[in-house]
């Protein structure tokens, strides 16, 4: 007999599905869970990371503030904006910032200083928020943005190079490029050219034994020494040609850093080389970064209470200005013998090749002129001063400071509305120099300072430029854009 009563297995089929919705359900409820615990941890973790970002924007404020605020040049003086903390360069030490609370969280920030670098620095944030923490370090370094902070600063341009030649610049270099497109080129160098050297090779042992010895840092374990140099151009392109470069390859074992610290250019690179040329820390695809913070300084600015510059010049240095005074400074050679002074300046030679100067100088209606005197080719200047020439300069002599380790605390400042001229071959001269107009080196001339000019012509001879950071903390009085123009900016960033 054939029983067909199937409502037993009705039952147990009903039951198993049951069961297998009751844990299809409750493992939904534990993705649930887990996806919502998840969820909070995630919150928690990027609320612990803005939350340490905060500390680090609330130490570069006060970094910043240490130098623009306090007028400290150094993060190494033992106080920082009001903090009597640090040095350090072997442990981070703490900011005791009395509250570092935010948004249900906290933050604790810390700082280590730099070896042989007074304007550099770590920054590490540990951000908290419940039981998650997330911690940033930051290298960080402060630049000072003045015109005289660089080996070349470049202002306005048209179409055509501003800068342009075969040369061996050794320093930062700034280019505004006002008025370029960015098909010109702001500089178009060729040859063996170098743009922004990072480091003193090729100066001589003699121009060296005058200078500061140059900050040091750590390369890849090694202490070598450095210019911290960086290449700014705000518009207009970078032609590199033939075996000319930005910087050099890093080459391990030796003391110097080849790499340039930064470089940001808005228009790119071009020439035979190109971006192949270009050796940087940051590579070379990085935009100008200094936005319209920094301008070219003009002798035709308003200053202070004066319609322009110069006017407030004139008004304090000492004036020079008859036909016959001005003949002799038209004529300077080392056998020259003159003295001039007053209450705001003094200038003189003494027939030996040797020239003092301080204060400001204004030589009113003429034009600077420095030669030669047969096998005389030296003049030897000590103290610190200005000399404003309304008309053009000319330096076809060697002018050095007297001395080891005596620039930049001796330096002297020449400025002009005019152009300014170096003609004299293998020659060496120490200053700064500010021409309006354009300075061209036609010798091989190897200057030890900063040239500041809207137009630069470096001709064939492969003329040497050599950026003396010293020389921002000596600047003479009177100099035009001698202020200061502070920026703090993020050198390397990583996540812990």
Do not use: C
Request: glycine share 12%.
């Amino acid at each position: 007999m054939n029983i067909k009563n199937k409502k037993g297995s009705v039952f147990i089929i009903s039951y198993l599905v049951v069961v297998v919705l009751l844990g299809l359900g409750s493992a939904f409820a534990i993705v649930s869970a887990n996806e919502a615990r998840s969820a909070e941890r995630q919150r928690r973790t990027t609320l612990a990371f803005n939350i340490a970002e905060a500390g680090i924007e609330r130490a570069m404020y006060d970094l910043r503030q240490d130098f623009v605020t306090i007028g400290s040049t150094s993060w190494s003086d033992g106080t920082i904006n009001t903090y009597s903390i640090g040095p350090n360069t072997a442990s981070f030490y703490s900011i005791p910032y009395a509250s570092t609370t935010l948004n249900g969280g906290s933050y604790a920030v810390q700082l280590k200083n730099v070896a042989g670098q007074t304007q550099h620095i770590w920054i590490q944030s540990v951000g908290t928020f419940g039981d998650e923490t997330e911690t940033i370090l930051v290298y960080a370094k402060m630049t000072n943005n003045s015109p005289w902070n660089n080996a070349i600063f470049a202002g306005a341009g048209a179409s055509g190079a501003m800068v342009n030649g075969n040369v061996d610049i050794r320093g930062s270099v700034i280019v505004l490029g006002s008025g370029l497109t960015s098909s010109d080129y702001a500089i178009d160098l060729g040859g063996t050219a170098e743009l922004v050297g990072n480091n003193y090779t090729g100066l001589s042992a003699t121009l060296s034994a005058k200078v500061p010895a140059l900050p040091t840092t750590s390369v890849g374990g090694e202490t070598v020494s450095t210019l911290n140099a960086t290449l700014r151009i705000k518009q207009g392109k970078v032609g590199l040609s033939g075996s000319s470069t930005v910087g050099d390859a890093n080459v391990a074992g030796n003391s110097v850093k080849e790499t340039v610290d930064g470089s940001y250019v808005t228009d790119g690179f071009a020439g035979t080389g190109g971006t192949s040329s270009v050796h940087s820390d940051n590579g070379w695809s990085n935009a100008y970064d200094l936005g319209d913070t920094v301008t070219f300084p003009s002798l035709s600015d308003a200053y202070l209470s004066y319609s322009t510059y110069q006017s407030y010049l004139k008004a304090n240095a000492l004036v020079i200005s008859s036909a016959a005074d001005l003949a002799k400074f038209a004529s300077i050679t080392p056998n020259s013998s003159f003295s001039y002074s007053g209450a705001n300046g003094s200038i003189s030679m003494d027939g030996s090749g040797n020239m003092a100067v301080s204060g400001t100088v204004y030589i009113d209606g003429g034009t600077l002129s420095m030669a030669t005197a047969g096998s005389k080719k030296t003049i030897t200047y000590t103290g610190s001063g200005s000399l404003l020439v309304t008309g053009n300069v000319q330096i076809d002599v060697s002018l050095v400071t007297s001395g080891n380790s005596s620039y930049p605390t001796n330096v002297v400042g020449i400025m002009t509305p005019g152009n300014i001229g170096f003609n004299q071959a293998s020659s060496d001269v120490m200053g700064l120099f500010y021409a309006e107009g354009q300075i061209k080196v036609e010798k091989q001339t190897d200057i030890m300072g900063t040239i500041v000019s809207n137009y630069f012509d470096m001709g064939t001879n492969v003329p040497s430029i050599y950026q003396v950071p010293d020389v921002i903390n000596h600047l003479p009085t009177g100099l035009i854009g001698n202020s200061s123009s502070w920026s703090i900016s993020t050198v390397s960033w990583q996540k812990q």
